[in-house]
């Protein structure tokens, strides 16, 4: 199986801070991730696709890079809105595997 | 608008069994691989099965193989996930997720359902 590590697990920042948060892989995935934000008791919302594809109606302060084994996501300038736990999801290969998640927390 | 609304949770005792349903709607449900996620409590994401548009292709996570059994009915625009023998370690919430593509990328989820095993 590929494994997904993220890093920072957990994180504090400040509004308006940019935060960068970081998934690597445990071998080559191309560009099959996707991130995905949590809020505490919602639903997981999809960021990004194909590692740098910003989902319809994601606002531009989120952006998404790399390929191969590390990837990015950065937020340029954090919102009120944004402190939630972020995922990574590897879908190259069976079985599809989520990183452990960074919980970003207000400063 | 793309609306996945899962039912059938609830508290079950060690060994015993459960059927999860998930309900599609605004979307063509027939075009789309469709997959099973879970979240125990506190915990991270776990992919657990996903299936294919057609039923051709099915696939499970080590942690539930041969005691988990996903299956769809595209006429009734559902998802279904059978568990049975199920244990404590199965307790979380499970999430019924649309898959994206040819692999097993997911975009919507919907709002989960949450088992509970214990005696």
């Known amino acids: 199986d590929i494994q997904m590590t993220q890093s920072p697990s957990a994180m504090s920042a400040s509004v308006g801070d940019r935060v960068t948060i970081t998934c690597r892989a445990s071998q080559g995935i191309s560009n099959y991730l996707a991130w995905f934000q949590q809020k505490p008791g919602k639903v997981p919302k999809r960021l990004i696709y194909?590692?740098?594809s910003l989902q319809s109606g994601v606002p531009s302060r989120f952006s998404g890079s790399g390929s191969g084994t590390e990837f990015t996501l950065t937020i340029s300038s954090l919102q009120p809105e944004d402190f939630a736990t972020y995922y990574c999801l590897q879908h190259n290969s069976y079985p599809p595997t989520f990183g452990q998640g960074t919980r970003l927390e207000i400063k | 608008e793309v609306q996945l609304v899962e039912s059938g949770g609830g508290l079950v005792k060690p060994g015993g069994s459960l059927r999860l349903s998930c309900a599609a709607s605004?979307?063509?449900?027939?075009?789309?691989?469709m997959n099973w996620v879970r979240q125990a409590p506190g915990k991270g994401l776990e992919w657990v099965s996903s299936i294919s548009s057609s039923s051709s292709y099915i696939y499970y996570a080590d942690s539930v193989k041969g005691r988990f059994t996903i299956s769809r009915d595209n006429a009734k625009n559902s998802l279904y996930l059978q568990m049975n023998s199920l244990r404590a370690e199965d307790t979380a919430v499970y999430y019924c997720?649309?898959?994206?593509?040819?692999?097993?990328?997911?975009?919507?989820w919907g709002q989960g359902t949450l088992v509970t095993v214990s005696s």
């Open positions: 605004g979307f063509t449900f027939s075009s789309y691989s």
């Open positions: 997720a649309r898959g994206y593509g040819s692999g097993w990328d997911i975009d919507y």
């Open positions: 194909a590692a740098s």
